[in-house]
């Protein structure tokens, strides 16, 4: 891809998340959204995975208590991301800190769907230690954009990530009749509806969800979060031409997951 195409990848997937109020990140607990030099993220997560098939056994799950699975670091992280031309049909582009803003504490009155809400943000609790994010197209053409989104992979201290994991389940299925939310910047950013999607087969474990925005645009914005030991990768998609077509890629997920879980392995070794 050339560079105005690189470009353009990048531009359209953080135009659709700014107007979503979706600017999300990895912002430290004291809020100065500093990680071992990479400061944001896009972000996510779903369903029971239990229920909806995408889940992992007890046994899975127990893997990123071991010692041997260690947190990468950010210039790990940068090696196991995609690059572009590893996916077939899809453009995969490197996100700097300027190409993310930071977006404050987003904010819910509901306190059960605050795991969620703070996907519009920058603040999470818990912070991941680093991440490194990429923003991916379908269908790019010189006319138009067709789906678009943001991946952000994240490492994480002991127990965290499965509590990021667990907290995002837990809050799909307490509000999927929607909440009032607010963003980073204090803009009103509602969710009129949470649907449980299935979740890969993918890692340790994994969730994945839909949120119907309550504003204008009318979006349908896909997550997928899959955790590999103490790594979640976090995908986003969506269409705003055509919310029926919001999605994130089979063969996106598949090709990201294996190469954190390659990273994993060889951190262990």
Same mark, same amino acid.
């Given at each position: ?29 004291? =809020? ?6 990479? /400061? ?12 909806? =098939?995408?889940?992992? +056994? ?72 680093? +991440? ?9 053409? /010189? ?13 994480? =201290? ?18 999927? =009749? ?13 969710? /009129? ?14 969730? +994945?969800? +839909? ?59």
């Amino acid at each position: 891809m050339n560079e105005s195409g690189a470009k353009r990848t990048v531009g359209a997937a953080i135009a659709v998340v700014a107007a979503l109020g979706l600017m999300t990140g990895c912002g430290s607990d004291s =809020g100065d959204g500093k990680a071992d030099g990479a /400061k944001r993220a896009g972000s996510a997560g779903q369903a029971d995975g239990a229920q909806q =098939g995408g889940g992992a +056994s007890q046994e899975d799950r127990a893997a990123s208590s071991d010692p041997a699975a260690k947190p990468l670091s950010a210039s790990a992280l940068e090696r196991a991301a995609l690059t572009n031309g590893e996916v077939k049909g899809l453009e995969v582009q490197k996100m700097t800190d300027k190409e993310v803003s930071e977006g404050g504490s987003a904010k819910t009155g509901k306190a059960a769907c605050q795991p969620m809400a703070a996907l519009m943000g920058t603040r999470y609790d818990p912070a991941p230690k680093a +991440s490194v994010h990429r923003a991916y197209a379908t269908d790019l053409t /010189k006319a138009e954009v067709g789906g678009t989104g943001l991946i952000r992979i994240s490492s994480y =201290g002991p127990g965290d990530a499965e509590r990021t994991v667990r907290d995002l389940r837990e809050a799909v299925t307490a509000c999927q =009749g929607g909440f009032p939310a607010e963003d980073g910047s204090g803009e009103k950013s509602d969710v /009129k509806k949470v649907t449980p999607l299935d979740a890969p087969k993918a890692g340790d474990e994994a969730v +994945s969800f +839909s949120l119907q925005d309550a504003g204008k645009e009318k979006a349908v914005i896909k997550f997928t979060v899959v955790r590999t030991g103490p790594q979640v990768t976090v995908f986003f998609g969506v269409n705003i031409a055509d919310p029926a077509k919001s999605e994130i890629p089979a063969a996106l997920v598949d090709a990201q997951v294996a190469k954190v879980e390659k990273a994993t392995k060889g951190a262990a070794s």
